[in-house]
């Protein structure tokens, strides 16, 4: 597996975002090493809130949510998936794949150990979040699931294989546009071409653009298997889960209503619609997201 590292330099100097940086080394069942990168911030012997971000963001997503977390007394916890930020990126496509990356991000979580975790994760976030409270449910101690979801080969839309078509033909790749089209503000063009960054050159893409390939959509798909058997274990799952969809979301619209309906932890909850935000409600509303996320903590 050849492993591109994108260059430190092109992370200087981002709009908001100064964290200290983290590094995990883990090893892909081929045997190759793999650095990734994550932010923690807060007090180191408070309960962790892990923030998982999705297609083609990375954690920067979360740097108005970060901190506010850390300033209530919350760990704030929030890597890059491989192929993204400031992790490593396998620069074949044939690299990825849906059980590869719930692998990477399970050794990862192993490796530190988090446990009693709050998880917030929205888009792959949960595909592969999720999947993570299905393996190690013990380490979870609530959810916070937000414009996202665990499909079984049911999935399917026009509207979905438009994305799919676009994300492998589209060149450049453009991570910064496709992040601005998901919000309902206008991002400034600091923050656009701080979602471009990690990414050199078309090379360091692989992975942002066989993701739309990987989610499993159609019954004879990979993973299917897997994602039901995820669900068993999150249909016993009975501690807290809340959802958070937004109101200008059209990939993921009625989405909660799965979430709400199937799992025992989510009965009772004060579920809620953001307003006016986008697929990427982090960047339209983080205050209103890091006050929820702390609130239900707090409850």
């Not at 929205?122 to 999947?131: E, P, T, V, Y």
Request: hydrophobic letters at 45%; charged letters at 20%.
């Amino acid at each position: 597996m050849q492993v591109l590292r994108t260059p430190d330099e092109r992370f200087s100097a981002l709009p908001n975002y100064s964290f200290a940086p983290h590094y995990t080394e883990i090893t892909d069942g081929d045997g190759t090493p793999l650095r990734l990168h994550h932010i923690d911030e807060g007090p180191a012997d408070a309960a962790p809130v892990l923030l998982m971000h999705g297609e083609p963001s990375w954690s920067y997503l979360y740097r108005n949510i970060v901190p506010i977390l850390a300033s209530a007394g919350h760990r704030a916890v929030a890597p890059d998936l491989v192929g993204f930020g400031k992790s490593d990126k396998p620069g074949a496509l044939e690299d990825y794949s849906y059980e590869r990356h719930v692998a990477w991000m399970s050794a990862w979580l192993l490796a530190n150990d988090l446990t009693n975790i709050t998880l917030f994760c929205q888009d792959w976030g949960g595909l592969i979040g999720l999947r993570l409270v299905a393996a190690f449910p013990e380490r979870f101690a609530r959810l916070v699931i937000a414009n996202t979801g665990l499909p079984t080969g049911t999935s399917w839309s026009e509207g979905f294989e438009r994305w799919r078509a676009f994300s492998q033909t589209v060149n450049p790749f453009p991570a910064g546009f496709i992040v601005n089209t998901g919000t309902v503000r206008d991002l400034s063009a600091d923050e656009i071409a701080a979602y471009d960054a990690p990414f050199p050159d078309e090379s360091y893409k692989a992975g942002a653009r066989i993701f739309p390939l990987l989610v499993p959509i159609k019954p004879d798909m990979p993973s299917v298997a897997e994602n039901i058997a995820a669900w068993a274990v999150l249909e016993a799952f009975d501690k807290p889960v809340l959802t958070c969809f937004s109101d200008k979301d059209p990939v993921t619209a009625g989405g909660e209503k799965l979430f709400i309906g199937r799992m025992p932890g989510a009965a009772g909850q004060p579920h809620t619609i953001i307003a006016d935000a986008g697929h990427f409600l982090q960047e339209d509303k983080p205050g209103v997201v890091a006050a929820l996320i702390d609130s239900f903590i707090r409850a």
